[in-house]
């Protein structure tokens, strides 16, 4: 049977779903964007996630973030709806864009957490109510976080518009994994895609390129990413995997749910980050996979990993 146990983490508390005998849990801070900080399947911990309080302050590449109203880059942090000019702040000054929205510095409530025999779950929600001038449009963000014995963990996420007008916005999530003590070590595999290229400020330059690296299982041994790509798949799920030490992980999206994603492997070289979306970089400037959401409209979406162990 999983159990909660709820503990303090800094100034903020810890959510920890555990099952005592499998080896299963996870932990999660609501109050800091619910940010998930371990995945742990048979007492193996596949996430590279912040392990102090002042790590999730500082918040240091994004770590298992909720990405929203967009992830990646917004060019200047500018951008143009229903013939209003609107300008986020910018927080990646090594390109000078906004980046990756801002609920992951925002408070959830803790709706409710399932505990049963063989799984376990917690429904975080932020109720937004459009006090940011380049972001004023209220809406609730729901995310579900739920881990299973089989080896899955899923992350469900519904937004839904309390707006009087449509409003634009993408979603994604940028989880590091890591399977072994390097990223080298590990062997990956990509589902068909195209590589968006992109300019020296990391904003599309609109051309694509087939991407074959990794459409086989490969080694990543030297390989460098911070690249957004487009999956080829025209619908149901595609899958990115990562091996190592005996061990597997697959994330899976919806291909039409999250037609993008990146693939990051930080310059410390400890993990990798996968990341599913469901825009282009730069969508609310060039459109790509954007969702305009209409009033009293809510949009739904899935995440999923699969673990072996």
């Given at each position: 049977?999983?159990?909660?146990?709820?503990?303090?983490?800094?100034?903020?508390?810890?959510?920890?779903?555990?099952?005592?005998?499998?080896?299963?849990r996870?932990?999660?801070?609501?109050?800091?964007?619910?940010?998930?900080?371990?995945?742990?399947?048979?007492?193996?911990?596949?996430?590279?996630?912040?392990?102090?309080?002042?790590?999730?302050?500082?918040?240091?590449?994004?770590?298992?973030?909720?990405?929203?109203?967009?992830?990646?880059?917004?060019?200047?942090?500018?951008?143009?709806?229903?013939?209003?000019?609107?300008?986020?702040?910018?927080?990646?000054?090594?390109?000078?864009?906004?980046?990756?929205?801002?609920?992951?510095?925002?408070?959830?409530?803790?709706?409710?957490?399932?505990?049963?025999?063989?799984?376990?779950?917690?429904?975080?929600?932020?109720?937004?109510d459009?006090?940011?001038?380049?972001?004023?449009?209220p809406?609730?963000?729901?995310?579900?976080?739920?881990?299973r014995?089989?080896?899955?963990?899923?992350?469900?996420?519904?937004?839904?518009?309390?707006?009087?007008?449509?409003?634009?916005?993408?979603?994604?999530?940028?989880?590091?994994f890591?399977?072994?003590?390097?990223?080298?070590?590990?062997?990956?595999?990509l589902?068909?895609?195209?590589?968006?290229?992109?300019?020296?400020?990391?904003?599309?330059?609109?051309?694509?390129?087939?991407?074959?690296?990794?459409?086989?299982?490969?080694p990543?041994?030297?390989t460098?990413?911070?690249?957004?790509?487009?999956?080829?798949?025209?619908?149901?799920?595609?899958?990115?995997?990562?091996?190592?030490?005996g061990?597997?992980?697959?994330?899976?999206?919806?291909?039409?749910?999250?037609?993008?994603?990146?693939?990051?492997?930080?310059?410390?070289?400890?993990?990798?980050?996968?990341?599913?979306?469901?825009?282009?970089?730069?969508?609310?400037?060039?459109?790509?996979?954007?969702?305009?959401?209409?009033p009293?409209?809510?949009?739904?979406?899935?995440?999923?990993?699969?673990?072996?162990?």
């Amino acid at each position: 049977m999983y159990e909660l146990k709820k503990e303090p983490f800094g100034p903020f508390t810890r959510y920890t779903l555990l099952h005592e005998q499998s080896g299963n849990r996870f932990s999660i801070v609501p109050e800091r964007g619910a940010n998930v900080l371990e995945i742990v399947f048979s007492g193996i911990n596949i996430l590279d996630g912040y392990t102090t309080p002042e790590e999730l302050r500082s918040a240091k590449w994004g770590k298992s973030v909720l990405l929203f109203p967009f992830p990646n880059r917004l060019n200047g942090g500018r951008y143009r709806w229903q013939n209003k000019d609107y300008e986020f702040p910018i927080n990646n000054a090594a390109t000078g864009n906004a980046i990756h929205g801002f609920v992951r510095d925002e408070a959830f409530e803790v709706d409710y957490v399932f505990l049963a025999k063989d799984h376990a779950s917690i429904l975080c929600s932020y109720d937004y109510d459009g006090r940011h001038p380049y972001y004023p449009f209220p809406f609730r963000l729901e995310v579900e976080f739920l881990i299973r014995d089989d080896g899955s963990f899923t992350l469900e996420t519904a937004c839904r518009n309390l707006h009087d007008a449509p409003i634009l916005l993408g979603f994604g999530w940028h989880p590091y994994f890591r399977l072994a003590k390097h990223a080298d070590l590990h062997a990956m595999q990509l589902p068909a895609c195209k590589m968006v290229l992109i300019d020296e400020r990391m904003i599309p330059t609109g051309e694509r390129t087939q991407y074959n690296a990794f459409s086989k299982k490969n080694p990543v041994a030297g390989t460098a990413l911070d690249n957004c790509f487009a999956t080829e798949k025209p619908g149901g799920q595609y899958r990115m995997t990562l091996e190592a030490d005996g061990r597997r992980i697959a994330v899976k999206a919806s291909a039409t749910r999250f037609p993008y994603f990146q693939v990051f492997t930080p310059p410390h070289r400890e993990s990798i980050a996968l990341e599913p979306m469901s825009c282009n970089v730069d969508a609310f400037n060039n459109g790509d996979g954007l969702i305009a959401l209409d009033p009293g409209k809510e949009w739904k979406a899935q995440i999923a990993i699969e673990a072996r162990m």
